[in-house]
T-cell receptor
Framework: NAGVTQTPKFQVLKTGQSMTLQCAQDMNHEYMSWYRQDPGMGLRLIHYSVGAGITDQGEVPNGYNVSRSTTEDFPLRLLSAAPSQTSVYFC????????????FGQGTRLTVV | KNEVEQSPQNLTAQEGEFITINCSYSVGISALHWLQQHPGGGIVSLFMLSSGKKKHGRLIATINIQEKHSSLHITASHPRDSAVYICAVRSRHGGSNYKLTFGKGTLLTVNP
């Protein structure tokens, strides 16, 4: 049982490049989400999914796309990277929408130059 | 104004001291989470609570729903407790209680 696995751990991109941050969980959790963490700010929700085939926008969705074709995987795509997307990204999952514990990945530190 | 406020922002203690980190929130919530993040590391869930008090080892978390306030206590603090502690509330938004709102975190440094 690996929990929530994020890859890569570190990434440097040039402005305008695209990439996909991978997130997988093996706990059969329905709810998955992506957050970004910036200095001096709390984690902010980018996108979330309440089950396979269902996604929705969070607080800061611009510049990011997601899809949820399986229960296990929830990739985050940066379409055209910008320096403002330099951040640490966390994927999280939980069993349901009710009061259950949230499990976080190890994070992806992304730098856009 | 942030929906979730933590205090203090930074805290330095000597090994063995009793630590208290506070969290106040302004929205209606269904649960409150305390999380721990070591420097450069991932985020680990410490507690999820919706009422009363929970204890795990040297860590104790309490919540007062009426006062919209929670505290995280660490007894007999140790240098390995040095980390950022994050309070997050699961709010009710549009009828679905999916949204986690995070505080900015409290950086705790415990010196030997």
């Amino acid at each position: 049982n690996a929990g929530v696995t994020q890859t890569p751990k570190f990434q440097v991109l040039k402005t305008g490049q695209s990439m996909t941050l991978q997130c997988a969980q093996d706990m059969n959790h329905e709810y998955m989400s992506w957050y970004r963490q910036d200095p001096g700010m709390g984690l902010r929700l980018i996108h979330y999914s309440v089950g396979a085939g269902i996604t929705d926008q969070g607080e800061v969705p611009n510049g990011y796309n997601v899809s949820r074709s399986t229960t296990e995987d929830f990739p985050l795509r940066l379409l055209s990277a910008a320096p403002s997307q330099t951040s640490v990204y966390f994927c999280a999952s939980s069993y349901s929408l009710s009061n259950t514990e949230a499990f976080f990945g190890q994070g992806t530190r992304l730098t856009v130059v | 104004k942030n929906e979730v406020e933590q205090s203090p922002q930074n805290l330095t203690a000597q090994e063995g001291e009793f630590i208290t980190i506070n969290c106040s929130y302004s929205v209606g919530i269904s649960a409150l989470h305390w999380l721990q993040q070591h420097p450069g590391g991932g985020i680990v869930s410490l507690f999820m609570l919706s009422s009363g008090k929970k204890k795990h080892g040297r860590l104790i978390a309490t919540i007062n729903i009426q006062e919209k306030h929670s505290s995280l206590h660490i007894t007999a603090s140790h240098p390995r407790d040095s980390a950022v502690y994050i309070c997050a509330v699961r709010s009710r938004h549009g009828g679905s209680n999916y949204k986690l709102t995070f505080g900015k975190g409290t950086l705790l440094t415990v010196n030997p």
